[in-house]
């Protein structure tokens, strides 16, 4: 069983950044993709960023490339998320999820999910 722990949420106001990380457990952290996914208030979770299994590829919705950076550390078993220029339509719960394969896409398979961590951004 995998365990991810997102952490770094919290209230920001409009333009600020914040760096969310995820810890994973176990052993083969670098043989899958991680992502981040979110979910606003009454709307369905949508995809954020995808890495795969050895940091070289990435991918992003199209609503936060440019201003979303997602890393990766397999030394630590963390992931990251840096979110720049943050706009009152980011806040959501944003989940930590990993791929049940090594290769970043939009429509990836998941097969573990963090708890989320709460990001709200003020006008």
């Known amino acids: 069983q995998v365990q991810l722990v997102e952490s770094g949420g919290g209230l920001v106001q409009a333009g600020a950044s914040l760096r969310l990380s995820c810890a994973a457990s176990?052993?083969?952290?670098?043989?899958?993709?991680m992502a981040w996914f979110r979910q606003a208030p009454g709307k369905e979770r949508e995809f954020v960023a995808a890495?795969?299994?050895?940091?070289?590829?990435?991918l992003y919705a199209d609503s936060v490339k440019g201003r979303f950076t997602i890393s990766r550390d397999n030394a630590k078993n963390t992931v990251y998320l840096r979110m720049n220029s943050l706009k009152p339509g980011d806040t959501a719960v944003y989940y930590c999820?990993?791929?049940?394969?090594?290769?970043?896409?939009?429509?990836?398979?998941?097969?573990?999910w963090g708890q989320g961590t709460q990001v709200t951004v003020s006008s």
């Open positions: 999820a990993r791929g049940s394969d090594k290769y970043a896409y939009e429509r990836i398979s998941i097969d573990y």
């Open positions: 176990g052993r083969t952290f670098g043989n899958y993709a």
């Open positions: 890495i795969n299994w050895s940091g070289t590829s990435t």
